[in-house]
């Protein structure tokens, strides 16, 4: 695989190399890709903690009798298009 990379980036890695952390350009890029995945997780769990947050709020809400009954496909529409403007 060929990688193509901007004088930043490339001066960027060589910087990096140059510290004595790392041996070489690939080490660099393969921790900065590990970083990556471990981020695209954490923001997948927060995400999905905000999601179960905003769950139980509904089910408390429908626990107290606070729901929107829905009776047809033009009232579902029209309380998507509410929420959306």
Not at 7 to 24: C, F, S
Not at 32 to 58: N, S, T
Request: hydrophobic residues 45%; negative net charge.
């Amino acid at each position: 695989m060929h990688v193509s990379l901007t004088p930043e980036l490339e001066t960027r890695i060589k910087a990096k190399v140059e510290t004595g952390l790392y041996n070489n350009a690939s080490e660099v890029i393969r921790e900065a890709l590990r970083f990556m995945e471990m981020h695209e997780d954490w923001i997948h769990e927060v995400k999905l903690a905000r999601l179960r947050e905003q769950l139980k709020a509904g089910t408390e809400q429908l626990d107290r009798e606070e729901g929107i009954v829905i009776e047809s496909a033009a009232a579902l529409d029209a309380l998507f298009d509410d929420i959306m403007s």
